[in-house]
């Protein structure tokens, strides 16, 4: 396999996530990606590439960074992938839970805005009438 099918250059991988090569850096700096060097420039692998997805994932759905580094970090190991399968289910459902109570909320303060306005809208009619 030639070498330029197997590692990326941050331009490479920022321009294919469409996210800027500092944020790269930061997941670098976090300890999610750990790229090889050659000089100052960094060469990164497919398994660089495949937890920089996966973090840029999790950052989507709202995880923390303890939560991400956790779920990747299983990911090294062991061969059964079990229980990370496990785990992943455990942290969507507690993500779930968690946007369900948010919209929730979310709903009853639009409610109440709509009885707020309701009542606005009632005494200008109130004193447009007097």
């Known amino acids: 396999m ?15 996530f469409g996210i800027t ?8 700096d976090q300890g999610i990606l ?7 420039k960094r060469i990164f692998t497919r398994r ?3 937890r920089l997805k996966m973090a840029l994932r999790g950052k989507r759905l709202g995880l923390s960074l303890a939560e991400i580094k956790d779920l990747i970090g299983m ?11 496990l785990e992943c289910l455990r942290v969507m459902e507690k ?12 709903e009853a303060m639009l409610a109440e ?15 447009n009438t007097t």
């Open 2 to 16: 030639n070498r330029a099918a197997t590692t990326f250059a941050i331009s490479d991988l920022a321009r294919e």
């Open 21 to 28: 090569p500092r944020t790269i850096r930061f997941w670098e």
């Open 34 to 40: 750990s790229p090889n060097r050659e000089g100052s």
């Open 48 to 50: 660089d590439r495949a």
């Open 75 to 85: 990911y090294e190991s062991t061969e059964d992938e079990t229980p990370q399968l």
């Open 95 to 106: 993500r779930r839970a968690a946007l369900e109570q948010q919209r929730e909320d979310i």
């Open 113 to 127: 805005i709509g009885q707020f306005e309701h009542q606005c809208e009632q005494e200008l009619a109130r004193r």
